[in-house]
């Protein structure tokens, strides 16, 4: 039996893929790097997947967020802003989630980048008890909660019809 090379390097789980693609939605994929979040909005196609629109949570520069950018609230601040774009864009409402195969666990910046997504508009199936709590999304163990609402409200103001 051969063995696919992504599967042997431990890139890709064929049967999750296959799931995902069966639902005949868009993907939102949503990765974790060194120094950012990463988001991806796809659309499938036989030839090969097509991204539609990506984004990192650097883009939070220009909306003067100082702080790290893998944060959770920097992180729900990036799928809110992923979100608005997506919408903006009218790529299409409706997506599932694909976190690969990194760990996922609830509660963490992966699912506060989904909450983001969620709350900007975006629908996408996911356990609430996955999400961060409140509290946390906007900062306050870290003293940002200020800064957090003046963000999310530019975002929400660089976006409204």
Not at 4 to 16: A, I, P, S, V
Not at 27 to 56: A, M
Not at 58 to 66: A, G, M, N, T
């Amino acid at each position: 039996m051969t063995v696919y090379q992504r599967r042997r390097e431990m890139k890709t789980n064929y049967e999750k893929r296959l799931a995902l693609l069966k639902s005949g939605k868009n993907r939102v994929v949503v990765r974790l790097s060194n120094l950012y979040l990463h988001l991806l909005y796809i659309e499938h196609n036989p030839k090969g997947d097509i991204t539609k629109f990506s984004l990192t949570s650097k883009s939070l520069k220009s909306f003067c967020w100082p702080k790290g950018y893998r944060s959770l609230p920097a992180c729900y601040l990036a799928g809110f802003l992923f979100g608005k774009e997506v919408i903006k864009r009218k790529l299409g409402i409706e997506a599932v989630l694909d976190l690969g195969l990194q760990n996922a666990f609830k509660k963490g910046r992966l699912f506060a980048g989904v909450k983001g997504m969620i709350d900007s508009g975006l629908k996408i199936p996911a356990s609430s008890e996955a999400f961060p709590p409140e509290d946390r999304l906007k900062g306050k163990h870290n003293k940002t909660e200020q800064l957090f609402n003046t963000v999310k409200s530019t975002i929400d103001a660089k976006f409204a019809h």
